[in-house]
């Protein structure tokens, strides 16, 4: 039973189901039983700790909710496991093929919310609002021309405009703003291989192995943002002091390299101004490191309450490169460190026994605004990595690349 | 026969004994006896110990060159595959069981490289000393075959109860440096790689002697631990933490420290656990646990005692999770002076001994007292002794130690190959 999160993507989910499953229950799971009865579209909802649905109001379930899916894809073997697949919420905006809510917009001087709210009201059902935490700025203008745009993308380019995020969570609420307001600025763990157990004063304390990456591979010095403002094409950039020179790469203090190094985007629909091409390209500028640093984490005593994505890790392993000499000092395990801060961006994670595990779809005995709930944490095979998750973090802002990546691919390469 | 810190050479080896090899893999069976059956439980222990350390790795295997039953073929240094030993049972002799070991040979039979990898920076203080003007410390034994240590500073040496330690502290002047990082390449000579190691020791299960325990699995008694390093030791002994210290040739200037919170807590008056969280021989750290006069308000007390080789200073830190103004007092509340950093007591034994902080404290030195001005979930205190009194020199001086108290930091060592 694995879940995959990503910030602003799809992610993805799989479980299989044991193979004494009751033939009740798979039947109920059928994608597709006749045009008008189906359990296609229908919602995983995972909850840190397994209550049978008729004990607890479904809302409660929706409030207790760790992680919520959406299922897509049902696969039989001749006397094997059932096995259940989807993905994330996000998909409702706009899946990893492109497909999803496409419309045409006209923003005109849109504030953040009214641009938010455009975006959610427009036919998403059940994913009502959450909070905003409004980080202000130049109103938002942009038309897509009559073409038809997924909402996802549309985001992209508000979130760049505003400098924001947006997420969907478990109880299907749709929050958006500035990363710091939403996801806070205190570590939600540590991850200290040499550590041993929870101390207090610290967040709570993660094992494994990390493997952290630092590489220049994606600098640029300018973005080049090109799209057309009244008929006419134009060119918003953005750009960085910092600019290597090539025959000497480490004389930052060159006033004039003999080559630039540019990255181009694309960006479709009507722009108000070169004013909003150049926010497009700070937008991409100020979430692109010159070093882009990564670090991929297992850890092997997860818990999925701790629901990491989005929040920042401190990791600390001085002997493995993981140290901050800039940070604040902690004490851990009888050790002073100073933590590096990074920003998990994609979790992979495993479910263990003991979390609830439930199907929203039109069949099942209990309901929610009129669907009913499948119980399925008696049924899952819970597998023997249930206990460990993949972390993939970055540096305290996602590079829009990572959370793109499934999808939108609008730097011409 | 020594496998590592594990004094086999005290215990017969009885035949038979077998050992073979293949590839770099090395085997070795045997039977061994203790004089006692607590001793042998000891030994026992100390070995399996050995197989299951994540902080030290690999150990020096020597045998005593002059007996005819052992091949010195075999000395040299080895990472343990597997360690097994067929404990008694009831009705056989209780002194006597099986060992057998698997090792993986390091360097064939010569000698590794062993590289510290050493990085220190200025502990959060509010004394304040700014950061450029801590003094790291390093020591290793005197007995070496090659080093190569930090660039600048100063060497000297220190004698330590388990054998003779260069010792070397950032004299440097430049105060514009943020902290210090190195690799230190160095190896013992051998039988020397544990002189004035970082030990923890526990109490014999007949409560007679005192033994070195190997890993992190030791048995969970309060009063039967003892954090030292042939420089300094710190115990409890039921009442009150105790530290003594070595001046060179005899163990003296015992003194007994007590903590409490001066606003809720009340007294640390019991110590619950003792638990090693990191047991190797450049640092050791112990994890107890406390419960306070109050402890349904206080919650949680933990205060990990950490100890590097060389050094004369236990760091503590104590972490709860209710703040309090916590406070730190030498029991029999000896006469002390101000210094900057803490307190320095009158002479016992020709040594003055040392209470410092990291925090901001009001200092009673009629009580021997240090209390936190501001109530705080942690607290990082250090205990240690100005060796020789007011006619001591850098870096045996108070002011040396507590430069080098606020040289915060971590040292890992590796074995290499050469």
Redesign the interface.
């Known amino acids: 039973m694995t879940i995959n999160q990503v910030l602003m993507a799809c992610g993805s989910w799989e479980i299989t189901l044991r193979p004494n499953t009751p033939r009740e229950i798979v039947d109920q799971l059928r994608i597709r039983e006749s045009d008008t009865n189906f359990s296609g579209f229908g919602g995983l909802i995972c909850t840190p700790v397994d209550a049978d649905p008729v004990l607890c109001s479904p809302a409660e379930l929706y409030r207790r909710a760790f992680y919520y899916g959406v299922y897509r894809t049902q696969e039989f073997a001749t006397n094997g496991p059932v096995r259940l697949s989807g993905c994330g919420p996000e998909m409702w905006l706009g899946d990893e093929d492109g497909k999803g809510h496409l419309r045409s917009y006209l923003f005109t001087s849109a504030d953040f919310e009214a641009a938010h709210d455009s975006i959610r009201t427009l036919g998403l059902g059940d994913i009502t609002k959450g909070t905003y935490w409004d980080p202000g700025g130049d109103p938002f203008e942009w038309d897509s021309d009559n073409k038809l745009v997924s909402a996802r993308d549309v985001l992209t380019y508000i979130n760049r405009h505003f400098s924001s995020e947006w997420r969907i969570n478990p109880d299907l609420t749709y929050d958006a703003g500035e990363r710091t307001a939403m996801y806070g600025t205190t570590p939600a763990a540590i991850f200290a291989p040499?550590?041993?157990a929870n101390?207090?004063?610290l967040p709570p304390v993660l094992g494994g192995t990390a493997t952290h990456t630092v590489t220049v591979e994606d600098f640029a010095q300018f973005i080049d943002i090109e799209g057309e403002v009244s008929g006419v094409p134009a060119v918003g950039s953005s750009s960085r002091v910092l600019k290597p020179n090539w025959s000497d790469p480490w004389n930052f203090d060159a006033s004039t390299p003999a080559i630039t190094m540019r990255r181009r985007a694309q960006v479709n629909g009507k722009w108000a101004d070169s004013a909003s091409l150049e926010a497009q390209a700070t937008g991409v500028m100020l979430f692109s490191e010159v070093y882009q640093e990564t670090t991929e984490v297992e850890i092997t005593n997860y818990e999925p309450h701790l629901r990491l994505l989005g929040k920042d890790l401190l990791l600390t392993e001085?002997?493995a490169g993981l140290?901050d000499?800039t940070a604040?000092?902690i004490?851990i395990?009888?050790?002073?460190?100073?933590p590096m801060t990074q920003r998990v961006v994609e979790m992979e994670f495993g479910l263990r026994p003991g979390c609830g595990v439930y199907l929203h779809t039109s069949k099942g005995t209990v309901t929610r605004n009129s669907r009913p709930l499948i119980h399925l944490s008696p049924w899952i095979d819970w597998t023997a990595e249930a206990r460990t998750a993949r972390i993939t973090l970055g540096r305290s802002r996602p590079t829009w690349e990572q959370a793109l990546r499934d999808h939108y691919s609008d730097f011409i390469t | 026969m020594t496998f590592g810190p594990v004094g086999l050479g005290d215990v017969e080896l009885i035949a038979p004994y077998e050992a073979s090899d293949s590839g770099d893999e090395v085997s070795f069976t045997a039977q061994f006896t203790a004089d006692t059956p607590a001793l042998w439980r000891a030994q026992a222990q100390q070995l399996v110990g050995c197989a299951n350390n994540p902080d030290e790795r690999a150990f020096e295997l020597t045998f005593d060159r002059t007996n005819p039953l052992l091949d010195p073929a075999f000395i040299g240094w080895y990472e343990p595959l597997d360690i097994a030993v067929d404990r008694p049972l009831a009705g056989e002799h209780a002194c006597v069981g099986e060992l057998s070991m698997t090792l993986r040979r390091i360097t064939g039979y010569s000698a590794p490289r062993i590289e510290s990898l050493f990085d220190t920076w200025i502990l959060a203080n509010t004394i304040p000393v700014t950061d450029g003007y801590q003094r790291p410390h390093w020591a290793i034994p005197s007995a070496l075959i090659e080093f190569d240590g930090p660039a600048g500073g100063t060497w000297g040496t220190r004698q330590s109860s388990t054998g003779e330690l260069r010792f070397w502290w950032d004299s440097r002047t430049d105060t514009n440096r943020d902290g210090f990082a190195d690799s230190l390449f160095w190896c013992p000579a051998e039988g020397h790689a544990y002189d004035g190691a970082a030990t923890i020791e526990c109490k014999l299960d007949d409560d007679s002697d005192w033994f070195t325990i190997t890993g992190l699995w030791a048995p969970n008694q309060p009063q039967g631990w003892r954090l030292g390093n042939g420089c300094v030791r710190c115990w409890w002994d039921g009442t009150t933490l105790r530290f003594e210290w070595y001046d060179g040739s005899v163990w003296e200037t015992q003194i007994g420290v007590n903590l409490f919170g001066s606003l809720a807590a009340g007294d640390l008056a019991t110590l619950t656990s003792a638990t090693p969280i990191r047991n190797s021989s450049e640092e050791c750290v112990i994890r107890t646990t406390w419960f306070c006069e109050s402890v349904e308000t206080m919650g949680r007390v933990v205060v990990d005692l950490v100890l590097r080789r060389g050094s004369r200073m236990v760091t503590g830190i104590l972490k709860c999770d209710t703040a309090d103004k916590w406070a730190i007092q030498e029991v029999t509340e000896t006469n002390c002076n101000t210094i900057t950093g803490g307190l320095l007591g009158a002479a016992i034994n020709g040594n003055r001994f040392l209470l410092m902080s990291a925090d901001t404290v009001t200092k009673t030195t009629a009580d021997a007292l240090m209390v936190l001005d501001t109530s705080s979930t942690s607290f990082v205190f250090g205990v240690g002794c100005e060796i020789g009194g007011s006619g001591s020199s850098t870096p045996n001086n108070y002011a040396s130690e507590l430069l080098g108290f606020l040289a915060a930091g971590s040292e890992r060592k590796v074995i290499r190959e050469r």
């Open positions: 040499n550590a041993y101390e207090p004063g001085p002997s140290v000499r604040d000092m004490h395990a009888g050790q002073a460190a100073r």
